[in-house]
């Protein structure tokens, strides 16, 4: 199995920053040691989800939605199994419940679409205030 935990969201004003963990274990993810996609999608209020940042875990490609380029920047720590989402120049509508998911992936494709991942965590609240 896979288990993702998230943390690090919070209340900041609009220009400030935060910078999220996503902590992942379990069985099935050490057996598949480095050949992951973890994403970082997002959902505010009355929005429907969308997908933020993702790395590939084998050599940390990286995507991104275009809403967030240049601000937002992912990354990884492959001996921790930890994800990281680093949230700079924030806006009032980047405020969101910010969650990581994972999928398997063998090749170097991470797009954006949360149909692909099979296990999410349950999510960290950022709030940016103007």
């Not at 967030?68 to 930890?82: C, I, L, P, Y």
């Not at 120049?89 to 980047?94: A, G, I, N, T």
């Not at 170097?108 to 940016?128: E, I, K, N, R």
Request: glycine fraction near 12%; include cysteine; charged fraction near 15%.
């Amino acid at each position: 199995q896979v288990q993702l935990v998230e943390s690090g969201g919070g209340s900041v004003q609009a220009g400030g920053s935060l910078r999220l963990s996503c902590a992942a274990s379990g069985s099935m993810y050490n057996g598949y040691h480095r050949t992951w996609c973890m994403g970082w999608f997002r959902q505010g209020p009355g929005k429907e989800r969308e997908g933020v940042a993702s790395i590939w875990s084998r050599d940390g490609s990286t995507y991104y939605a275009d809403s967030v380029k240049g601000r937002f920047t992912v990354s990884q720590d492959n001996a921790e199994n930890t994800v990281y989402l680093q949230l700079n120049s924030l806006k009032p509508e980047d405020s969101a419940m910010y969650y990581c998911a994972a999928r398997l992936s063998f090749v170097a494709s991470c797009p954006l679409t949360s149909s692909d991942f099979a296990y999410w965590g349950q999510g960290t609240q950022v709030t940016v205030s103007s």
